[in-house]
């Protein structure tokens, strides 16, 4: 558990930024091997954190929905299909686990906030 920055955007000179986030995860995933990371606790208030904010070297998919994340194959039209490379989540209260995977080895940073 860690003390976990609230998300904010400040204005300068004309530009919008984010606050640096103090808890921030990076997974090496290897090449079509799906990984779980647990959205984190804030040691100060007990609750989970709220938004994810995602960087990575390669392309990625993610579910956040409990299924296990899976590179697709073939057409998915039914609404379950991972998303690719998502910038930015508002987690909620549902999600407590994010489900990620690659088609190749990369690195995939995940940086948290209230």
């Known amino acids: 558990m860690a003390d976990i ?3 904010e955007v400040q204005h300068f000179n004309g530009t919008f930024a984010r606050r640096p986030s103090n808890y921030r ?4 995933l290897a090449a079509n091997t ?3 990371i647990t959205v984190p606790t804030d ?8 938004y994810v904010v995602f960087s990575a070297t ?3 998919y993610v ?3 409990g299924t296990t994340a899976a ?3 073939a057409d998915i039209t039914n609404g379950t299909s991972p998303e690719l490379n ?12 994010i489900d990620i995977i690659s088609p190749e080895a990369c690195i995939v940073t995940l940086s948290f906030y209230m």
């Not at 040691?43 to 709220?50: I, M, N, P, R, V």
């Not at 910038?87 to 686990?97: D, M, P």
């Open 5 to 7: 920055r609230k998300f």
């Open 25 to 28: 995860d990076a997974r090496v």
């Open 34 to 36: 799906a990984e779980v």
């Open 43 to 50: 040691s100060t208030t007990g609750l989970k954190a709220q």
């Open 58 to 60: 390669a392309d990625f």
């Open 63 to 65: 579910q956040t929905d």
């Open 71 to 73: 590179v697709p194959a």
């Open 86 to 97: 998502p910038t930015v989540y508002l987690l909620g209260s549902a999600v407590t686990e």
